[in-house]
């Protein structure tokens, strides 16, 4: 069974400085990685995935994410935040051959003025 | 194309009544999918389905809820009798069937958010 555990669950930041969310998952098999975005009263919006290949991921909004299979890792980057990406972040991880997400319990991204 | 669709968006039901959700998915998408989402939580996997067959429902709470998908294309979800602890957002999400990297991206829908008082 797969699980993920966001580290945090609130992360303040000012306006355009740089954001980390971190993401770690537990498997005993090889995963499907992915980071969803829910803004507020809507569901969820995927901003990136990494299923093989390039540890580095690249997705929307300016948004990056790199795969780190020794820490069993998969954060979420922004060099530069902006009003607008205030919202919730779900990190979330599939088995191969299976089409179950499980997500984490999210990371509640605030950016002050 | 259109969005994965939902309705009612928001519903107040007294505990121990009934409610219904229902879910309209992407045109084409066999694996339609239902989530709840406790506040503060991640969404939890309730019930899969494939075309209209049930793939996994092992976290559906079946003394209490049910989902159908007749057609293999609308579903509802239903909810008899309903408890304080029902009270979430459920999403409603859908994919191509498996096979090639796209099958792997689900699309969710907007969400009802229920509030069982």
């Known amino acids: 069974a797969q699980s993920v555990t966001q580290l945090d669950s609130q992360v303040p930041v000012f306006e355009e400085a740089p954001v980390e969310l971190r993401c770690n998952y537990s498997s005993s098999v090889s995963v499907y990685l992915f980071w969803y975005v829910q803004y507020p009263n809507q569901g969820l919006q995927l901003l990136l995935k990494y299923l093989s290949g390039s540890t580095l991921v690249k997705g929307i909004n300016g948004f990056e994410a790199e795969f780190n299979k020794s820490q069993t890792s998969f954060h979420l980057r922004k060099p530069s935040v902006h009003i607008s990406d205030t919202a919730e972040y779900f990190c979330?991880?599939?088995?191969?051959?299976?089409?179950?997400?499980?997500f984490g319990q999210g990371t509640r991204l605030t950016i002050n003025p | 194309e259109a969005g994965v669709a939902q309705s009612p968006r928001y519903k107040i039901i007294e505990k121990r009544q009934s409610v219904a959700f229902w879910c309209n998915p992407i045109s084409g998408h066999a694996t339609l999918y239902w989530y709840q989402q406790i506040l503060g939580q991640g969404p939890k996997l309730l019930i899969q389905?494939?075309?209209?067959?049930?793939?996994?429902d092992s976290q559906l709470p079946k003394d209490r809820f049910s989902a159908e998908r007749l057609k293999g294309v609308d579903s509802t979800l239903k909810i008899q009798p309903a408890k304080l602890e029902d009270s979430a957002v459920y999403l409603c999400?859908?994919?191509?069937?498996?096979?090639?990297?796209?099958?792997?991206?689900?699309?969710f829908g907007p969400g009802t958010r229920l509030t069982v008082t």
């Open positions: 979330a991880v599939r088995a191969p051959g299976a089409q179950k997400l499980v």
């Open positions: 999400a859908s994919s191509l069937a498996s096979g090639g990297t796209r099958a792997h991206e689900q699309y």
């Open positions: 389905f494939q075309n209209n067959g049930v793939v996994d």
